[in-house]
């Protein structure tokens, strides 16, 4: 389809929806006209971004629909065109999308071959052993090269130019896979002590820094395209988690069909099959939020909604509790990881709230919300910090008091900024833009601390 005949199509929905509207008997001219200019404003944005104008009209509609009752309506007597769009590509951008998911694809099975060469290399497979010496860093390498293979499928998709913008986004995983090679988890896990677990848990986050930077390109000093990679990134967690279920759902029935006649197979399929079926579908997922441009982003924010008064409430019973008579107590380190998830929970509420962050009448409800959850568990994490100095003056620093103190510095800061900027805004002293730009300032600092953690940190002395 011609892009004239997109636009006259998109228009036709245009004339559409506002029959709609005025046949619905109970929006006044003026309102119809302010609407259609949000109708349009929002199809501006949406081709711009790439996406077929007919489609764009109907994700616009859907839209339109959170702010407006008629539209809704409107919105779901379409709903069938629009389920199409979300499982079928556009005509015209179907020979582009094609061709981003072959290049997923392909990505996506090299750096199944390098997982496999790995982990061979680690355990004696077939791949590995008599090929390269055994090295202790095996399962972060794991870790890491599904994240380098997407950073190279988002370069892809991006076009990107110049040598300097490619080096920079693919640094963080090939600096991060040098260190973990030739550093001190080389020697092997007992002689690296606590590093062992730190830097297989770090390297992941250190390594999305360059899937960042290859999302975001020229734009990364921009608030509004760092949201876009927030949004991304919870997308990518949606599409990834239902792939893997349908992918785990398949493995069990090769299982149940192949291995009662041939058990020795069932190895190979849970490591070649299944591992490497695990590994592809890190770019395939990323291919299906780029082919459907954030027809489904609304999912991230209707969960945080669901939880965050469920979050808030949580954490204020708890931080009472223990205000009351817990905290001579201490807490362990069962207790720390906890609290580090209840943290990190809370700070994806509060953003995946603010990314879809509409006209609503409840905004301020959930703004409260998210307010009293920061709250409680800033309450928590300053009692957690006042037990881990405590500690460290009476033990010594350790590995993990240095991770854990650092982590949770850096997280207490972040959500005690977001929460006086929150009691601003809902004070009204302080604009929500404020809060986001807060956040998408801080976004990078938690990239940074883990390839601290992971490159810096186990080469100083003393610390095992």
Do not use: C
Request: proline fraction near 5%; hydrophobic fraction near 60%; aromatic fraction near 8%.
């Amino acid at each position: 389809m011609s892009g004239a005949g997109t636009e006259g199509a998109a228009e036709a929905g245009i004339r559409e929806w506002r029959r709609h509207l005025e046949q619905a008997g109970t929006i006044r001219p003026g309102e119809a006209e302010e609407l259609e200019a949000h109708l349009r404003d929002e199809l501006d944005g949406l081709t711009a971004a790439g996406l077929d104008a007919d489609e764009a009209f109907l994700i616009a509609v859907r839209r339109l629909g959170a702010i407006h009752a008629i539209s809704a309506e409107f919105a779901r007597s379409n709903s069938a065109r629009l389920w199409k769009q979300l499982v079928l590509p556009a005509p015209t951008a179907e020979r582009g999308g094609l061709r981003d998911l072959w290049w997923a694809l392909g990505i996506g099975l090299l750096a199944a071959i390098a997982v496999q060469i790995v982990l061979g290399i680690r355990f004696g497979g077939p791949l590995g052993g008599a090929i390269i010496a055994p090295t202790a860093a095996a399962p972060a390498l794991v870790a890491l090269i599904p994240i380098g293979a997407l950073v190279a499928w988002l370069l892809v998709r991006r076009r990107a130019r110049g040598a300097v913008r490619i080096l920079v986004a693919i640094a963080p995983p090939l600096v991060l896979a040098a260190v973990l090679v030739l550093g001190p988890l080389d020697a092997g896990a007992d002689a690296s002590g606590q590093w062992f677990a730190i830097a297989i848990s770090h390297t992941p986050i250190a390594a999305w820094l360059g899937v960042g930077l290859a999302y975001l390109g020229s734009a990364w000093r921009s608030s509004r395209r760092r949201m876009d990679l927030v949004r991304f990134t919870g997308e990518f967690v949606i599409y990834y988690t239902l792939v893997a279920i349908g992918g785990y759902a398949f493995a069990l029935l090769a299982v149940g069909i192949i291995v009662p006649a041939f058990p020795e197979s069932l190895p190979w399929i849970l490591q070649w099959g299944l591992g490497s079926a695990a590994v592809i579908a890190v770019p395939a997922a990323a291919w299906l939020v780029e082919a459907k441009q954030q027809v489904i982003e609304t999912l991230a924010p209707i969960l945080a909604r669901i939880f965050l008064p469920i979050a808030a409430g949580v954490s204020l019973i708890a931080a009472a509790l223990y205000l009351v008579g817990g905290a001579e107590r201490g807490f362990d380190r069962d207790f720390m990881v906890v609290l580090d998830v209840l943290l990190v929970l809370v700070l994806g509420l509060l953003l995946y709230h603010l990314s879809a962050r509409g006209e609503s009448r409840w905004n301020g409800f959930f703004d409260a919300a998210a307010l009293l959850a920061i709250l409680g568990a800033l309450v928590l994490d300053a009692m957690l910090l006042a037990d881990m100095v405590l500690r460290v003056a009476d033990y010594g620093w350790t590995a993990n008091r240095i991770v854990a103190l650092g982590l949770n510095l850096i997280l207490v800061a972040v959500l005690a900024g977001a929460a006086i900027l929150s009691a601003l805004h809902l004070a009204g002293r302080s604009p929500i833009a404020r809060l986001e730009r807060w956040l998408m300032a801080t976004l990078p600092v938690y990239s940074i601390w883990a390839g601290l953690v992971v490159i810096v940190l186990p080469f100083v002395p003393g610390l095992g």
